[in-house]
């Protein structure tokens, strides 16, 4: 059966530094997003990727963040410099269309700042 | 604000017993709502997804939609202590690209 798949599992950073969390979506998927999860928090939405290019990201998701596809089965978010409240779990999740679909999501990458 | 509300629980019930989980949701523009399991530590596990009104069945789950009462409920029947988990309400909301709200979860028990 076709799943999202992340890496790595758990990623532990230093205050300050950049982190790439790493996806691969289910192949004939064409919109894909992020969502972390804070520990004993909601799962919450962070942004939304079609086409090449951001169709929705929400408040957390502020210049400290980016996306990218760079290539044609990857799909990155990269944490610029890290603080302490980055520490969360972060899923990738993958839909067929953008409404009225399912999405599907990876295991989740475990970051850890310190 | 686009909310989703559930019961935090736990809701405890014993095993072969119904589970009823119940989910209210804020915007009367909401076009889909999905029913996720995450056990701890794990990403949620798609179980169920509902866009009409109605019940929509699915082996032992149920899931029922009333968009007037902007209320949505998973039933699971013969609960088993495998369904132990925390169960996720998600609502995509109007407008938005398959972008999910999501409930807090309410913690399920199935006790032997």
């Known amino acids: 059966e076709p799943e999202v798949t992340q890496t790595p599992s758990h990623q532990v950073t230093q205050m300050g530094q950049e982190v790439i969390l790493r996806c691969v979506p289910i192949?004939?998927?064409?919109?894909f997003y992020w969502y972390r999860q804070i520990l004993g928090q909601k799962v919450e939405f962070l942004v939304s990727?079609?086409?090449?290019?951001?169709?929705?990201k929400s408040e957390i998701f502020d210049d400290q963040f980016s996306v990218e596809r760079p290539d044609g089965s990857n799909f990155t978010l990269k944490i610029r410099s890290t603080k302490l409240e980055d520490s969360a779990m972060y899923f990738c999740?993958?839909?067929?269309?953008?409404?009225?679909?399912?999405?599907?999501f990876g295991q989740g990458t475990r970051l850890t700042v310190v | 604000q686009k909310e989703v509300e559930q019961n935090s629980g736990p809701l405890s019930v014993p095993e072969g017993a119904i589970a009823s989980l119940n989910c209210t949701y804020s915007?009367?523009?909401?076009?889909?709502f999905f029913w996720y399991r995450q056990y701890s530590g794990k990403s949620p596990e798609l179980i169920m997804f509902?866009?009409?009104?109605g019940d929509k069945e699915d082996g032992r789950f149920t899931a029922q939609l009333n968009k007037a009462s902007q209320y949505v409920s998973l039933l699971i029947r013969d609960s088993q202590p495998s369904d132990s988990a925390t169960y996720l309400c998600a609502v995509g909301f109007s407008g938005g690209y398959n972008k999910l709200i999501f409930g807090a979860g309410t913690r399920l028990a199935v006790h032997p």
């Open positions: 915007d009367r523009g909401s076009q889909s």
């Open positions: 990727f079609y086409n090449n290019e951001i169709s929705e």
């Open positions: 509902i866009y009409s009104n």
């Open positions: 999740a993958s839909s067929q269309q953008a409404m009225n679909t399912e999405a599907f």
């Open positions: 192949s004939n998927h064409l919109y």
